[in-house]
């Protein structure tokens, strides 16, 4: 007799790991989407280092006694994005864990929502970026939409996801 898949079960336990696993993957996907954008798109002058990058850079000075060199900015930046990127959808899919249906909508709120408790007040606050009223008005617009796609991919992955982990449909038939 085969045993039932531990994530096709209405159980508290199987739902909660299903929305948890599916939206870490949903965040690391949303993640790649915006920092793919960003290539595209300018989310801050030429010259300002990133918080990312100036994170990375305090916890280098901290630990080795000298800065990251500027060849590893990129890395560095992408080593505080996709872990950031992957928690906040890892707690999108534990809210969601109920909700299986697709929700473009969510996938919206969750990017716009990002956008502003980092880019428009946390960051600022902490002073690794501009306050919002020093940042042009295109650069604010890219950003935001950088983070409205990461919220989209997010909800569209979590839900292919989650749906193929309750043993659903193919992932190919999201194609």
Do not use: C
């Amino acid at each position: 007799m085969r045993s039932p898949n531990f994530f096709s079960q209405k159980s508290f336990a199987s739902s909660t790991a299903r929305g948890v696993i599916a939206g870490f993957i949903g965040g690391l996907a949303g993640t790649a989407i915006k920092s793919l954008v960003e290539e595209f798109l300018p989310v801050r002058k030429v010259e300002q280092r990133s918080a990312q990058i100036k994170i990375v850079d305090d916890l280098s000075t901290k630990i080795t006694g000298s800065p990251i060199s500027t060849q590893n900015e990129a890395l560095a930046e992408q080593l505080v994005s996709f872990p950031f990127g992957a928690s906040i959808g890892a707690a999108y899919g534990y809210g969601k864990k109920d909700k299986d249906a697709y929700n473009i909508s969510d996938g919206v709120i969750l990017g716009a929502s990002t956008w502003v408790s980092t880019h428009e007040t946390s960051l600022p606050i902490l002073g690794l970026e501009p306050k919002p009223t020093d940042i042009p008005i295109r650069m604010q617009i890219n950003e935001l939409l950088a983070h409205v796609l990461f919220g989209i991919t997010t909800e569209i992955v979590r839900s292919a996801v989650n749906e193929k982990l309750k043993g659903g449909r193919d992932l190919k038939s999201y194609e």
